[in-house]
């Protein structure tokens, strides 16, 4: 069974570009989650989808914004990169039913602005 | 909302020792704790986790203990190996009502010398 796939592994902009970084998850799973995991800052909760829904968003500005298909895979976007934007961005998956309810991660985007 | 707090940010053991792991949390309300384990150059991976009406649950060579009481949660490692080497999170959620949004420690970078 194919895990929690992301796209591009690597992606270098320039400041005030955007960035659009995307996220299949595991077959059957309808909830996705991102995160941002900065150097020394552990990881940071961006976004929760579920059923093609935001469901909850972390304490980020509002050029961080997403989406989900209805395929359940998704689509994180960055508008006005900032030098700080600048992190390794982690996506997982988790069936929302069901007794294993763990959340899987992909293998991340790593993302520089320069 | 949840804080998580993760001890000590670095360790250093050599080959056969053993490894602990503290994490403390705030939210009463927590009742799944996960704990995963990053490679170079990979997204987290789950290794083991505990739910809250368990007080210790183990793997083979890896352990989790849960004291609901005082909030904290720990991870045992024995006979550590130099693959152990990596970086290890803990986390923190309420599973209950559907919602699920693990908030994580800021990690521990665990080195095993040969």
């Known amino acids: 069974e194919a895990g929690v796939t992301q796209s591009p592994t690597h992606l270098i902009k320039t400041r005030g570009q955007q960035a659009t970084l995307r996220c299949s998850p595991i077959?059957?799973?309808?909830?996705v989650y991102w995160y941002q995991q900065a150097l020394g800052l552990g990881l940071q909760f961006l976004l929760w989808y579920d059923e093609g829904e935001e469901r909850n968003r972390g304490n980020f500005p509002p050029r961080f914004s997403g989406r989900q298909f209805p395929n359940y895979s998704s689509e994180l976007n960055v508008n006005a990169l900032e030098l700080e934007d600048s992190a390794l961005y982690l996506c997982?998956?988790?069936?929302?039913?069901?007794?294993?309810?763990?959340?899987?991660f992909g293998q991340g985007t790593r993302l520089t602005v320069v | 909302g949840e804080n998580v707090e993760q001890h000590p940010s670095t360790l250093s053991v050599q080959e056969g020792d053993s490894a602990v792991i503290k994490c403390t949390y705030s939210?009463?309300?927590?009742?799944?704790f996960p704990w995963y384990k990053q490679e170079l150059g990979k997204g987290p991976q789950l290794i083991i986790d505990?739910?809250?009406?368990?007080g210790e649950k183990k793997d083979q060579r890896i352990a989790v203990t849960l004291n609901k009481t005082a909030k904290h949660f720990s991870l045992h490692i024995t006979e550590t190996q130099p693959e152990d080497s990596a970086v290890y999170f803990c986390a923190a959620s309420s599973q209950t009502g559907g919602s699920y949004i693990p908030t994580f420690g800021r990690g521990t970078s665990l080195i095993v010398h040969p």
């Open positions: 997982a998956s988790r069936a929302q039913q069901g007794k294993n309810t763990e959340a899987f």
């Open positions: 939210d009463s309300a927590s009742n799944y």
């Open positions: 077959s059957g799973h309808t909830s």
């Open positions: 505990i739910r809250s009406n368990v």
